[in-house]
């Protein structure tokens, strides 16, 4: 099993970002993906979940419509997408699968750096 | 959304037990089976510990174990070795495809 995350980001506050977290070596339309926020010295957030196999989506109402979540299951990639970045957004940021039908992540991706700077 | 309570910082020597708490409410980890525990050292991602309160991933070492009595869940770590420093995270699903993070104990090892 592999969660491949893209590679560390730097913006300037407003600009617009898409990063990617790629499945491999398991059904990715079977499995949800979690998205969890890290800043600098802080503790993990829950962010939203996406159900590849039907787009379902939920976000934690602190994220709701400040990010996008989203998949393309032709290449097995979930996407988490910003249209005006803030310095706020500056932090680490994981992608984590969850079996449909559980109620726990059991793996994650290495996560992707983002840095908002004027 | 509810919310979970961790210490911010234990401590212990080689070889000695540690226990990480994480309190929620009646409604919640009193109720239902479904804290998880992750483990996650510095600079890098974290990783599965304990599920469903009390069950271990396969292959992971019996040092740590999960418990749980009445609103509080606990993690234990025997046998303490240098490796287990880290911070530790318990989450709580709740429902509906949600969960919620304690704000996480750091781990250090004397």
């Known amino acids: 099993v592999q969660l491949v995350q893209s590679g560390a980001e730097v913006k300037k506050p407003g600009e617009s970002l898409k990063i990617s977290c790629q499945g491999s070596?398991?059904?990715?339309?079977?499995?949800?993906i979690v998205w969890a926020r890290q800043r600098p010295g802080k503790g993990l957030e829950w962010m939203g979940v996406i159900y590849p196999g039907d787009a379902d989506t939920r976000y934690n109402p602190s994220f709701q419509g400040q990010v996008t979540m989203s998949v393309d299951n032709s290449i097995a990639t979930a996407y988490l997408e910003w249209n005006n970045l803030k310095a706020s957004d500056t932090a680490m940021y994981f992608c984590a699968r969850r079996e449909d039908g559980y109620t726990f992540v059991d793996f994650w991706g290495q996560g992707t750096f983002v840095t908002v700077s004027p | 959304q509810s919310a979970l309570t961790q210490p911010a910082s234990v401590s212990g020597s080689p070889g000695q037990s540690i226990i990480i708490s994480c309190t929620g409410t009646s409604s919640d980890v009193g109720t239902y089976s479904l804290v998880s525990w992750y483990q996650q050292r510095p600079a890098t991602a974290p990783t599965l510990l304990i599920y469903?309160?009390?069950k271990r991933p396969s292959g992971l070492s019996t040092r740590f174990s999960g418990s749980k009595s009445g609103d509080t869940a606990s993690l234990t770590i025997s046998g303490l070795q240098a490796e287990d420093e880290a911070d530790y995270y318990c989450c709580l699903y709740t429902f509906s495809s949600t969960w919620v993070f304690g704000g996480g104990t750091r781990l250090t090892v004397l």
């Open positions: 469903e309160d009390t």
């Open positions: 070596g398991y059904t990715f339309t079977l499995y949800w």
